[in-house]
């Protein structure tokens, strides 16, 4: 017998490979939790001191881990809303709303993680390199505070160990010697982990290779996906509540308001957005949020057309004016009346606008404008590969390509949902 | 009729310029509302109290908003921008050059784009059903959604680190006094044909995508099917029929796209390092020189508020129907 298969089978399978996968570390993480809940109740402020945003991120992604499979298995609605044909362009977004949700599960290395430099620096994909590791400094538990603080320096992984030490080669006399590009260190035997007696070797796998700084680009690539994302919908919810009341504004109150609020429109479309977008940038500076507000103004134009044609034509219609004479509010009538029959032929065009700001955000960070080094990015990993071009070339390839997937499907689903929506288009 | 057109003229320019009024307002309500005191920069602590006003006074800054505001509307149309910090010229000369070559460049690459668009649209055509057909629409909606910085890059690995064929940068090679005219002419080229490809190819798949869709569909209309049963030549029939009809739309398309390359091709002038507008613009802002952000910014507000309006002249001029869409 075959079976079709559909978006949600997909999502469960990949929830359950990272299950798998990450079975150890999720055990780990539900101890952390346990001993962050019980050191609540026991001395509740030092607790907040010891959280920090990427132990959130983690408990976050475990409680998320756990529950969206028992969500997907329990509830109907979601499955009938992922019932969709999976194909390449479904599976893409998928993947990277995983990457968005699980990025810490995904990889269990912090994305500025480097050491030794000299070792681990623009190695290509599916180069893998040996480590030691030196022997922690036994300290003995005192207080509950002070196990929950190693607890969470044992489980959450740090941007720097300096129990981790990156090798070329060694060799094992009476003393451990090892080299890193060429030059000789020594170290006592018993400072290192053993197993069975010997020194224990490990080696680790940068699957698509390392940049400038030795630092993994798969986990800078996973954890890049968040940025575009939050880039991506934040702007486009901006811009989608900008473009929803001012075409409100238009068609509600009055010729005025209609006629410079169209001059605006056409001001905003026969502008650059990008230079604008510059501008703005470059006047008031660039965080997260400064650049997903003028992301969101720069695109708020085309909704305001729709939806400004959409109104005019439901403003005539019976039931609307029934509503307003009953007299509802205006975030009321906006809220019941308006957004459910306008949601539909504005939704592709909101799609479509993703992809927009996404590749927009990137643009930025390639110029150096954009979310500043705090996150990784796409763009600005490709900004900082162009210096290696002759040498590297997985440090503009990897991200470039990734980019160029995730946009072409963002732009296929828009089509998608385009032809379900108005068949006769195509 | 007469009277029509020229109300539909005068219409249209009106707004243009009512734009162009919107667009200085907005500028300089940015440059104003942005953090941080333009005259912080010029007045250290030790300066005295009265030497510090004076400069505070030089700027203007002391006068009522709506003062400042008329004078910078006046600077602005009579083309004086200021002094640029960081090349201490006033920003019209500076302007000048970089704004020479993003004019001749995006020119070529925009008449590049007309014909090829042209050209694989009308080849499509002909072969329409077939294989290359499918393949060209696929491709051109994949070459739409391609960024740009991408592309470049991936170029310049190919055909530059590893081909060897041409140059990664600028737009001539460093020691080129003894050359003559005709390998000078030679050498820029060869130096702006990655560039040019990089420029070129999303505007291409646009002008293709919109002619190829107008032509199909006025293809399956009615008069092209009546004319054929009389017996025109397919030649005559696309000539004289098919295309005035399906190139409509694109002239707005394409007075957009021009304008949007007068401002200057912001990522691929980075990506070469080429002298023009975009990358004057963009280091314009790492130098913090506001004086020239707001120069470049208002010329390519500019030349697309230009561009637009004579693209809907030359509609007005072609198409009778659109005076009354405007005049309306």
């Known amino acids: 017998m075959f079976i079709k298969i559909k978006i949600w089978h997909f999502a469960l399978f990949i929830l359950l490979l990272i299950i798998i996968l990450r079975l150890s570390f999720l055990y780990e993480l539900m101890n952390l939790l346990f001993v962050i809940i019980q050191s609540f109740f026991i001395k509740s402020e030092n607790v907040f001191a010891q959280l920090s945003i990427s132990v959130i991120d983690n408990i976050i992604s475990l409680l998320l881990i756990i529950t969206l499979p028992i969500l997907i298995i329990s509830s109907k609605k979601i499955r009938q809303l992922l019932s969709h044909k999976l194909n390449l362009a479904n599976s893409v977004l998928m993947l990277l709303t995983a990457c968005f949700l699980f990025a810490p599960l995904i990889t269990r290395q912090h994305p500025d993680f480097q050491k030794d430099i000299s070792v681990t620096k623009l190695l290509p994909p599916f180069s893998s390199v040996s480590y030691i590791e030196i022997k922690e400094d036994s300290k003995t538990i005192e207080s509950n505070n002070s196990k929950l603080k190693s607890m969470i320096d044992d489980v959450i992984p740090k941007s720097y160990n300096e129990n981790l030490v990156f090798i070329d080669s060694a060799v094992v006399g009476s003393s451990f010697k090892y080299y890193q590009s060429e030059v000789e260190y020594e170290i006592e035997k018993n400072k290192l982990v053993k197993t069975s007696g010997y020194p224990k070797i490990k080696s680790k796998l940068f699957l698509l290779g390392s940049d400038e700084f030795g630092r993994d680009v798969f986990t800078r690539i996973v954890y890049g996906s968040r940025i575009s994302l939050i880039v991506g919908f934040g702007a486009v919810v901006v811009s989608f509540i900008l473009g929803l009341t001012f075409a409100f504004a238009a068609v509600e109150r009055g010729k005025v308001i209609n006629l410079v609020l169209s ?16 501008l703005i940038i470059a006047l008031f500076g660039s965080n997260i949020f400064s650049i997903i507000i003028v992301l969101g103004f720069s695109g708020w134009m085309s909704l305001f057309k729709i939806a400004k044609s959409e109104m005019l034509s439901i403003k005539n219609k019976e039931y609307y004016l029934s509503a307003k004479l009953v007299g509802l509010k205006n975030t009321k009538l906006l809220m019941r009346e308006i957004l459910p029959v306008i949601i539909i032929p504005v939704s592709v065009n909101l799609i479509f606008q993703i992809g927009n700001v996404i590749l927009a955000e990137s643009a930025l960070s390639y110029l150096g404008l954009g979310t500043g080094t705090e996150y990784p990015s796409w763009g600005a990993m490709i900004e900082a590969g162009q210096q290696y071009i002759t040498q590297s070339w997985w440090l503009i390839f990897i991200p470039g390509i990734v980019l160029i997937i995730s946009l072409l499907s963002i732009n296929e689903i828009g089509r998608n949902i385009n032809q379900h929506f108005n068949p006769a288009a195509n | ?186 050498d820029h080229a060869l130096h702006l044909i990655l560039p040019m490809i990089t420029l070129s190819y999303a505007g291409t798949a646009v002008f293709y995508k919109y002619l190829k869709d107008n032509l199909d569909s006025v293809e399956n209309s009615a008069f092209i099917t009546s004319l054929r049963a009389n017996g025109f030549t397919e030649k005559e029939i696309f000539k004289n029929h098919l295309l005035p009809n399906a190139i409509q739309p694109l002239i707005s398309i394409a007075g957009i796209e021009f304008g949007v390359l007068l401002g200057g091709a912001l990522l691929t002038e980075v990506i070469f390092s080429l002298p023009g507008m975009g990358r004057l613009t963009v280091n314009a802002i790492f130098n913090r020189d ?22 809907d002249l030359i509609k007005i001029k072609m198409d009778k129907r659109f005076i009354k869409e405007l005049i309306n």
């Open chain 1, 263 to 278: 001059r605006v429109t056409d001001l905003f479309l026969s502008f650059p957005t990008i230079f604008l977008v510059v």
């Open chain 2, 1 to 186: 009729m007469k009277k029509d057109f020229y109300r539909a003229i005068t219409k249209r320019i009106t707004s243009s310029i009512l734009v162009l009024f919107l667009l200085v307002t907005f500028i300089f309500l940015l440059v104003r509302l942005a953090p941080g005191d333009p005259t912080q920069k010029y007045i250290s602590p030790k300066l005295s109290p009265q030497l510090a006003e004076k400069v505070t006074k030089s700027f203007g800054l002391d006068q009522p908003v709506y003062s400042q505001y008329i004078s910078f509307v006046k600077n602005i149309f009579t083309g004086d921008f200021g002094f640029s910090y960081n090349y201490r010229k006033p920003v019209f000369t500076v302007v000048k050059d970089y704004f020479l070559f993003t004019l001749i460049f995006s020119s070529i690459s925009f008449i590049i784009q007309l014909l090829l668009g042209y050209s694989l649209a009308k080849y499509a055509y002909n072969k329409r059903g077939k294989f290359i057909d499918k393949l060209f629409s696929n491709l051109s909606i994949i070459a739409f959604s391609l960024p740009t910085f991408v592309v470049g890059l991936i170029l310049v690995y190919i055909f530059s680190v590893k081909l060897n064929i041409f140059p990664t940068s600028g737009v001539n090679t460093i020691f080129r006094d003894n050359l003559s005219f005709i390998e000078n002419i030679f």
């Open chain 2, 290 to 311: 506001f004086p020239l952000v707001t120069a470049c910014t208002f010329i390519a507000g500019f030349m697309m508020i230009i561009s637009n309006l004579a693209t």
